[in-house]
């Protein structure tokens, strides 16, 4: 079977020193380097067509220019165009600094050997893959050739495989690939397992690994955590992402804090309380909430993005979100009465418009997007 599968795997060649005593920049990547990204796309197969791989590449493709890193971005590739398209991209690595690859469409393992599958692949038998797939060694030989400073690799091949009935052997999934030296590899789930590709826009694994990427000041290792935590949650324990590691350094998807300063954030705090309390103690108060509507810890549901527990403070027509929130963005914006209109900001900053209902116990609203799309519903409920 073909399997919804990611891999990413750093190599590093950084000697640190003591990371307890050193800044984030010295303790792995350097968080300036140029950054270059190879996306790959596949989803028009003449056997098994594929529902999400364009949109998980285009929307990753969006993500990490956003991040930072100059994309090269093919769609629906053939074997000739994915081969030289890698090539090209190794030789622009040799320019040093991070260079990522991603990959979602079909793949497969012959041989202990792992096969990206173009769309023209014309698979009879086994012995055709090596002759009418990519080699997944291929592009991680032109990563080592490049001699750069940094390389992740991203595969997301996924689905039952559509050529099993012509292969003589019955095994799942991508295989097993160790990390070199100073690198990390990462699996959606364990060798061989099968991985569900979800009913969303984007494949479980890229839904949550585009989410996690976005978060500020995330190690690799702390964002594929938050994935397999994620995907876990999300497949009641039937995936388990797995991965191997002899990571030498530290790298960082989004190495920025955030966008609302800290300053501002204590100077809404009461010395004497924490942030919760005071906003519990505030919203008992009829009078404060009257002429503060929107203070108060606010329990969010119903959007992965939004979910969680917002902290919210107004003073006067502004509203700002206090460090007690669990978000992993912060909220800023303008209240007019019952209206609020903000943006939630990060690396990314999505728009909001909220209305609170009659009573000031709940808001409803929408929502914009980083890539634009809208009409993302929103819902909360002030927590007493």
Request: net charge positive.
């Amino acid at each position: 079977m073909i399997l919804r599968k990611f891999t990413v795997l750093i190599s590093s060649l950084l000697f640190l020193c003591s990371s307890a005593a050193l800044s984030a920049e010295d303790r792995g990547i350097k968080l300036h380097a140029e950054r270059l990204a190879l996306v790959i796309g596949n989803s028009a197969y003449q056997t098994a067509p594929l529902k999400n791989s364009l949109n998980d590449a285009e929307d990753m493709a969006a993500t990490l220019k956003n991040l930072g890193f100059k994309v090269i971005l093919k769609k629906n590739a053939d074997q000739r165009t994915m081969e030289d398209t890698i090539r090209y991209f190794g030789k622009q690595l040799r320019n040093g600094g991070i260079g990522l690859f991603y990959f979602a469409g079909h793949g497969v393992q012959v041989g202990g050997r792992n096969y990206l599958m173009p769309i023209d692949a014309r698979i009879e038998s086994e012995s055709d893959v090596r002759y009418e797939a990519v080699d997944a060694g291929r592009v991680l030989g032109k990563m080592e050739d490049a001699e750069n400073q940094l390389n992740i690799v991203i595969l997301d091949a996924c689905r039952n495989n559509p050529y099993a009935r012509a292969f003589r052997s019955d095994q799942s999934g991508l295989a097993r690939m160790d990390a070199p030296t100073g690198s990390l590899i990462a699996y959606a789930t364990g060798p061989g397992e099968v991985a569900a590709d979800g009913p969303e826009r984007n494949g479980i694994f890229t839904k949550y690994l585009i989410q996690h990427m976005m978060t500020p000041n995330l190690s690799i290792e702390q964002a594929l955590k938050r994935v397999r935590i994620d995907v876990a949650r999300q497949t009641s324990g039937r995936q388990i992402p797995w991965e191997s590691s002899s990571l030498m350094g530290d790298f960082y998807f989004n190495p920025e804090k955030s966008t609302i300063s800290t300053e501002k954030v204590e100077k809404l705090k009461i010395p004497s309380e924490s942030a919760s309390e005071t906003q519990v103690a505030s919203i008992s108060d009829d009078n404060t909430r009257s002429i503060e509507p929107w203070t108060g810890i606010w329990k969010v549901e119903g959007n992965r993005i939004y979910n969680g527990t917002w902290v919210l403070k107004q003073n006067g027509n502004t509203v700002v979100s206090t460090s007690d929130s669990t978000t992993w963005f912060d909220i800023v914006g303008r209240a007019d009465g019952n209206s609020f209109k903000g943006k939630a900001k990060s690396q990314y900053h999505y728009q909001f418009q909220l209305k609170l209902s009659s009573d000031g116990l709940s808001f409803e609203g929408t929502a914009t997007d980083y890539l634009g799309r809208t009409g993302i519903a929103l819902k909360g409920r002030r927590k007493e």
